[in-house]
Structures are given as structure tokens and as C-alpha cells.
RNA sequence: GGGCGGAUGGCGAAAUUGGCAGACGCGAUAGCCUUAGGAGCUAUUGGGGCAACCCUUGGAGGUUCAAAUCCUCUUCCGCCCACCA
């Protein structure tokens, strides 16, 4: 027979619901607890990938409530963004009309999962209570001029007819369709993240209990990078060039310098040259490469002479100005000085097109080949060569007076240069938030004013796949009065990246409904920071990095009084079946739902627990599934055969296990939780337990399995929910044994054990030892060299 | 090329952080119970050997009384970044 599950889940879903069991509410006397996990895009159904960041957030969240915490625990979604669209598309509904229906069927399942979320502060951030303040912040953003407009080359998805940021380009494509991304030259919206580099780099080092890699992450995307900015005069000419280098100690060795093709002063440079039309065609050429092409790290190293000289500030020596494919406009100065002795790209290009070589650093202890017969750049450390008065010293040191010599002639600059770009948020979509200005023939760009928020999003529009933003054809939005001279004027038909919506909606969750800004200051001062974030790795960038931005804005504007928005963060693994990724592509989809009609959403969440630790990945094994089915009906069984006095044994047994699984649930180490949980209820199944050793069983149980746990408290006898009896307390007195088993080992061998009172004096322990015969036989006569004890686990007898 | 992780039975994984390797579970084998079992119970289950024992944490060295754990070298795998000057 097996426990009712159907039911059991059932009714007690409807108990939390009807009791508003999970409902937080501010209580200055009791210790918070927020608990986020990534709230999910309304696809319409969830997926195992959702179910194990959920189930793990889940259990967090019923331990901290067993503890005492005042805990809230919201959901809500993510629910603007292109999938909608296509569904629009493809369907013939509104894309609002497909993603509300979408957020019913994905509530009920997570409802089904027995998820403890405060259901009363679900956002949804299409909904115009939400987005408004999306525009609100814009705006605010605007007035401090961190939100501007510009023209310039962006990421354009020829399929998704969008632009993206440069955190959306994966490999040259499109994170969403896997397209290849173009270059277009467009003007649009960005956010000034850039000048919060600094603060969002060194603020990584508050961040003590995020994984490494995602700090190495964060920190490797913001890039900063050190050194000099060089001014190179051109020849015959009064302009110079600036060129960034890490490397100012190889500055003697530089025997050309570099511009991207994209560079202001190339147009200047070949100008009326012999070779000005073969450049023109090159430049032209490599601007229309898309990036994937032009990164590919095996092509050749391409470029032209531009015909001009420009002079090395540090000797006076002249060398020549080329244009190359292998050097960006957008990062330091879109110049670089090429020394190709000491850097492997530089040298490349120098042999294809046999410019001149000059070796400035060699290997400390022994020489360096001639610069002709070199087959590689040395890029190690040494001492400077070929470099004036700078000759003998190591090159590090070298790199400092060299970069103080030049500052204090005034020919380079100590400079430091970023990875990090600002953050492009037009898209060329319907479904997202509009962007609220209006542009004006006389007046130019005119913010919508606080009071006209909302900008609504029209019930819908012409979606034709072709391109461009659909808000275009919508007349009624697009043809608007200007707020300044009341001129005719239009609004902007763009709306803003989705990532906009989530990089704040944690603090909505703070107080859901408020009306008079994006929160309530106090509501957030008592809930604010989140206590533990869970999510995916995939968000390691985007997603927690806008997020950070946001709560730095936040903290500027006077809003909250902190600078980092969440403390502990989770990334679980991922869900594999047969070692791939779960994905519709692949086929390989488990549909949670189905697991939960065969086996209940309690056995699904305790599978999923003890299958692996949270942060790594998890393979899928249905005949596992099985197995937590079977265990939670082996302690149904138990409550059936409870006796009236357990030994103390069990007992025993009992208190060593809640201080077990006590740690390991606040490390979220739920499977090793769930393993010594098991051992217990071995123990029991062979020696019996009483009421008092099995109801702690099952509280311990309950974060993990609430409704079943939840049922047995209650025909155990209990009138008030589980959550509310307390975590279990264990007596340190119970876990002293008296008697330990020994390790004897020779030479560091195990050969025998023997049990020992726990405090037996050293001395005492060798007496003892010395006597087991099965070491005597080991021993053969020999007498120990050296007797090492380790208290209450071994000795080692050296021989 | 740079950075960060990994590698432990047939499988998922444990190992108090230097102290009995393989907890817990899946699978498998044998038996019991049952009208039946894809339920339940009992036992066995890293490899070799009749055994005493020997071998075993990707590989090779090293440190140590003692190494899955620390150090050096090396192979393979995963993730992130990447013509970033």
C-alpha cells in the first residue's frame, strides 16, 4: 500500500492557501529572512530546471520559517520579452492575452509543487503598475544623465530584427536565436553603466559568500586593465595619436603603430595617398565583417600601409602608421604600438608584411636569438635591452619609471582602460516597456512627465515579422502632442531590453502595490538586502551585474542605504538526462507534471535533493525518483508500528542526526541531509521508535516533504501546522559515547581495532594497544619506533 | 591564449578539511513472504585471491607516522572570457 499522495498534496495546498500560511508581513521584533529565487519567463510550463531552483529555495525557506525567521519568500514574472511576440505571431492572439495565460498555467504547476511563496506579492512586470516605474527610473536616470542617446555601431539580429547588447552576443550570435549579429549603424538609448565600473569592480570584494567563479566572471567582464596611453606625434602634422599598451616597458621595441579600420583620423591619413583607394577597399571590407568572422582566431592578420609616419616619443624614432583588422575601435584608444618581439599578434602581422623587428627584453639568464630567427613573441619577464637609459633593469620595474618618466615629460599618461561598455537598451520590439520620451521638430527629445506615467503599451499591434518596431504603425501611440510647445510631435516606438524589468524587481517585491514610487523606502529598509539569491549560472553577467547597477543608482539617489543588493547567492547545476542538457531541441524534456501525477510532488522534491549537491550538475534517473517514493512510504509505514518507549540507542541516534542535519541544511547541503535522515530511519525500522523520536524525524523531514510531513503531524496527534512547532534542539550531552572504537594502525596501515573508554589516557592507550593480538602477530617482536595518537579515532605505530 | 572548476565502484555520490576510502541511494545477486508483484522483508555487493592477505580515488613523482585531500609535473573533461593591446 502506498500513502495517498493525490490527496494528501492536495489538501493541504489548499490549507496553506486558505490559512495565507506563507503571507510576510514587517515585524520589527522578529529576524527576517528574504529568500529569492530568479523568478522565471511565462513560457507556459515549467521545467525540471525550475523545479530544482525552486525545490532548493523551497527548503531554505521552510528551515529558516522552523527556525524562528520572519520569512519572505516571493514569485512573480518576467513576463515582457520576444517569445510572446512569436507566439502572437504564430497563434493570432495578443502577445498580452498569450503571456497572462501562460502566467495561470505556470502558477498552478508551481502551486502544485507545494512551493511556500507569498502568493499576495506577485509581480508580473508586463503589467503597467510594474513598467510604469520602469519608466519612472528611466527618466530619473535621464535627469543625472546616466540614460542618453547616441549614434554608433551596434549588435543588430538580422533574425530577431532587433539590437542587442554586447552581454546578448555569445560568440558572435545571438544569445536568444543563435543568429549571427551584424554591425548597424543606428542611434539608440543607453544606460550609463560605465561610470559605475569602478564601484561595481572593487564592491565585488563585499560580496564574501558568492561563488568565485562568479565573481571572476563579474570582474573579467568589467576588465579593467592598467597602463599608459602614448602620445605618438605624426609626422609632418601637429595631431598626434594616443595608443594604449600594458606593455610601456617594450616601448623601445616598437617598430610600427596600428589604427582600427574604424579609427577618426584614418580618413585624414590617406587621403590623396597613392595607396588611399586599396585602403578604402580594405576598411570598407572589414567594417562589413560581421565579428564572428573578424575574431576567429586562426585567420591571418590583414592591413595596409596609411603612407603615414608618426614618431616614437621616446627615442624620436619614426615608424610607420598601418591599419589592421586585429585592432578595435572600442576598446582604449582604437590604436595600439606594435612591438612584435614581445607580442605574439604584433609579430604575426610584422612577418606577413616584413616590418621591422627589435628585441628589448631578454630572458634573465640566458640570451635571446636574434629578432630574424625568432618563431615566437617572448611575452615573459626579463631585462631591458635596447633601451637607453633604462638598459639592465628588470622589465617590471622598468614598466613603472618608464610610465612615470613619460608622465612627467608629458608624452603618456598612466591610463586605465575598461572592457565594460554602457548598456544599449533600445529594442526594436512591441512587447516590453515603452520608452518615455517624445521627440519634438522644435523642442527636440522631451521626457514624458512623472504625472503622464504610465506610457501604456497599446493593446496590440501589426506584428508582420519584417522588422523595425511594430509601435511605428500604432498611430494613436506614435502621434502625440509635444508636453513643451504643444507642437506636433511623436513618441519614441522602441522599448527597453527586458533586463531592464528584472534588474530591480526585487526591491518591488518589497512592497508590491505601492503607488507613489518603485517601493516603499521602509518596507525595503526592513526586507532589503535579499538574504539568499538562487538561480542559474547562465545570469553569472547580465542579469546580477545590471542588478548591482540598479542598486547603485538606487544608493545615489538617497533610496536605500545600501550598495549591494543580495548577500548570498546560489547557482544551481543544471538538469541533464542521458549527460545533455534537458531541451526541446534535444528531446530529452521530463515533464515535471507527468513526475508529480506518479509519484507526488514530495517524492519529486526529495529526488531532486538528494541526487546531488545543488551546485552541481544533476542527471536525471526516473528509477531514483522511484527510490524517494519508496522511503517516504517506508516512514509512513514507521507512524504505523510507533511503541511506547524507544531505547536509548535510538535516541542516541536521534540527537546525532538533528545536529547533522541541522549544518547541513544551513549549508544547503541537502543530500548528505537526507542521507543521515535515511540512516535514522534504518535505525528505527529495525529497533522501533516512540512518538517523541518520530515526530522530530518528520519535522526534520518537512522542508523538504511538507504535505506529507504535514499529514503525519497531524494524525500524530498535532491540531497546528508542522511549521510551526519549532526546528528540533539536540542535547550535546547525548552525542559523547563512552567507549570508541580505535584504529590501530602500523605504518600507516589499518590492522586492528579495539574499543577504548574515550578519555583513556595516552599511556594507558598503549598499554592497551600493545596488548591486542592480532597487532602482536603485525609486530612480530619488532618494538615501535614512534606511537602517534589522534584522540578518539587511532594510533599509529611506526616500526 | 587567459581565468575558474572537475576526474573517487556498474551508476548518482560521501569522506568531520591530513587520520578506517566508498556513508546514503540506484542497480545487481541470493533467499523469505505473497494468488501475483514493477510491493515488502533479510543478506551480499570496489577489484583480485580458497585463504592469510594484496591492490584501489585519471597518470607519474614528492612531502608526511599517515594523502582522495598538500606540493611538482602530466593527461583528459566542463564552464566563462577572448585579436582587450
Request: hydrophobic share 40%; proline share 5%; with cysteine.
Amino acid at each position: 500500500m502506498y500513502y495517498n499522495f493525490k490527496e494528501i498534496e492536495k489538501k493541504w495546498q489548499k490549507k496553506w492557501q486558505d490559512a495565507h500560511a506563507f503571507r510576510a508581513q514587517v515585524d520589527p521584533k522578529r529576524k527576517k529572512y528574504y529568500l529569492l529565487e530568479m523568478f522565471p519567463y511565462p513560457s507556459g510550463k515549467i521545467h525540471m530546471g525550475h523545479v530544482r531552483n525552486y525545490t532548493i529555495g523551497d527548503v531554505a525557506g521552510r528551515f529558516k520559517t522552523l527556525e524562528g525567521y520572519n520569512v519572505m519568500h516571493p514569485m512573480g514574472f518576467d513576463a515582457f520579452g520576444q517569445p510572446a511576440e512569436n507566439a502572437a505571431i504564430k497563434n493570432k492572439t495578443k502577445p498580452a492575452d498569450w503571456t497572462h495565460k501562460c502566467i495561470k498555467e505556470m502558477e498552478t504547476e508551481l502551486k502544485k509543487m507545494g512551493f511556500s511563496y507569498d502568493w499576495e506579492r506577485e509581480v508580473s512586470t508586463c503589467e503597467s503598475d510594474y513598467y510604469k516605474w520602469n519608466q519612472w527610473i528611466f527618466l530619473k536616470m535621464l535627469e543625472r544623465g546616466l540614460a542618453y542617446k547616441k549614434a554608433s555601431s551596434v549588435n543588430w539580429c538580422p533574425s530577431c530584427q532587433t539590437t542587442l547588447a554586447n552581454e546578448e552576443v555569445i560568440d558572435g550570435a545571438c544569445w536568444r536565436c543563435h543568429a549571427e549579429v551584424e554591425q548597424k549603424d543606428l542611434e539608440q538609448w543607453y544606460l550609463k553603466i560605465s561610470e559605475y565600473k569602478e564601484r561595481l569592480l572593487e564592491d565585488l570584494s563585499q560580496l564574501k559568500n558568492w561563488p568565485p567563479r562568479v565573481l571572476a566572471m563579474q570582474s573579467n567582464w568589467i576588465g579593467k586593465s592598467s597602463g599608459v596611453d602614448i602620445y605618438f606625434r605624426l609626422k609632418n602634422s601637429d595631431k598626434s595619436i594616443p595608443v594604449f599598451t600594458t606593455r610601456v616597458d617594450t616601448i623601445f621595441g616598437a617598430t610600427y603603430i596600428v589604427l582600427a579600420p574604424e579609427h577618426p583620423l584614418v580618413k585624414d591619413l590617406i587621403k590623396g595617398t597613392p595607396q588611399e583607394k586599396e585602403a578604402q577597399e580594405f576598411i570598407k571590407k572589414v567594417i562589413a565583417e560581421s565579428k564572428v568572422v573578424r575574431s576567429a582566431s586562426d585567420v591571418k592578420k590583414e592591413g595596409v600601409f596609411t603612407g603615414s609616419f608618426a614618431v616614437n616619443p621616446i627615442n624620436n624614432e619614426e615608424v610607420p602608421v598601418w591599419i589592421a583588422d586585429y585592432v578595435l575601435m572600442e576598446y582604449g584608444t582604437g590604436a595600439i604600438m606594435a612591438v612584435p618581439t614581445h607580442d605574439q599578434r604584433d609579430f604575426l602581422f610584422a612577418k606577413e608584411h616584413r616590418l621591422p623587428m627589435r628585441i628589448v627584453i631578454k630572458p634573465k639568464d640566458s640570451p635571446l636569438k636574434p629578432a630574424d630567427d625568432l618563431s615566437e613573441a617572448y611575452e615573459g619577464d626579463g631585462v631591458q635591452i635596447n633601451s637607453g637609459e633604462f638598459n639592465g633593469l628588470n622589465n617590471q620595474e622598468a614598466k613603472i619609471k618608464i610610465a612615470q618618466w613619460m608622465e612627467a615629460k608629458g608624452i603618456g599618461r598612466i591610463q586605465t582602460h575598461f572592457r565594460l561598455r554602457d548598456w544599449l537598451i533600445s529594442r526594436q520590439r512591441y512587447w516590453g516597456t515603452p520608452i518615455p520620451v517624445i521627440y519634438c521638430p522644435d523642442c527636440g527629445i522631451v521626457p514624458v512627465a512623472y504625472k503622464d506615467l504610465p506610457v501604456k503599451l497599446p493593446a496590440s499591434a501589426p506584428f508582420t515579422g519584417e522588422g523595425g518596431s511594430p509601435l511605428n504603425k500604432v498611430k494613436k501611440f506614435v502621434e502625440v502632442k509635444c508636453p513643451k510647445c504643444k507642437g506636433k510631435a511623436s513618441r519614441e516606438t522602441d522599448t527597453m531590453a527586458t533586463f531592464f524589468d528584472s534588474s530591480w524587481y526585487f526591491l518591488r517585491f518589497c512592497s508590491p502595490e505601492f503607488k507613489e514610487a518603485p517601493f516603499d523606502a521602509g518596507e525595503a529598509k526592513y526586507w532589503m538586502v535579499v538574504d539568499q539569491y538562487i538561480g542559474g549560472i547562465e545570469h553569472a553577467i547580465l542579469h546580477l551585474l545590471y542588478s548591482r547597477f540598479f542598486t547603485k543608482f538606487f544608493q545615489d539617489m538617497g533610496m536605500i542605504d545600501f550598495t549591494e543588493p543580495f548577500d548570498k547567492l546560489l547557482t544551481q547545476g543544471m538538469v541533464l538526462k542521458d549527460g545533455e542538457v534537458m531541451s526541446k531541441s534535444k528531446g530529452n524534456i521530463v515533464d515535471p507534471d507527468s513526475m508529480i501525477k506518479n509519484y507526488g510532488a514530495d517524492a519529486l522534491r526529495l529526488f531532486i535533493l538528494f541526487a546531488a549537491p545543488p551546485e552541481t550538475e544533476l542527471e536525471w534517473d526516473e528509477r531514483g525518483l522511484e527510490g524517494a517514493f519508496k522511503y517516504l512510504n517506508r516512514v509512513w509505514r514507521i507512524q504505523e508500528n510507533l511503541k511506547g518507549k524507544a531505547d536509548q540507542e535510538i535516541i542516541k541516534i536521534l540527537h546525532r542526526t538533528i545536529k547533522k542535519v541541522s549544518e547541513d541544511f544551513a549549508g544547503f547541503k541537502f543530500n548528505t541531509a537526507l542521507a543521515s535522515l535515511m540512516e535514522l530511519t534504518n535505525a528505527i525500522y529495525q529497533n522501533g521508535a516512540d512518538k517523541e523520536v518520530f515526530s522530530r524525524l518528520v519535522i526534520m523531514l518537512s522542508p523538504i516533504a511538507p504535505h506529507f510531513s504535514e499529514e503525519l503531524w497531524q494524525i500524530l496527534g498535532n491540531k497546528e501546522s508542522i511549521f510551526k512547532a519549532g526546528w528540533p534542539k539536540y542535547d550535546p550531552d547525548l552525542l559523547v559515547e563512552e567507549s570508541v572504537t580505535l584504529v590501530i594502525q602500523v605504518n600507516g596501515k589499518v590492522r586492528s581495532k579495539i574499543q577504548v573508554g574515550r578519555d583513556t589516557p595516552d599511556d594507558k592507550l598503549k598499554e592497551l594497544v600493545l596488548k591486542d593480538e592480532k597487532l602482536l602477530a603485525w609486530l612480530e617482536g619488532k618494538s615501535p619506533k614512534k606511537f602517534i595518537v589522534v584522540p578518539q579515532k587511532l594510533v599509529n605505530i611506526v616500526l
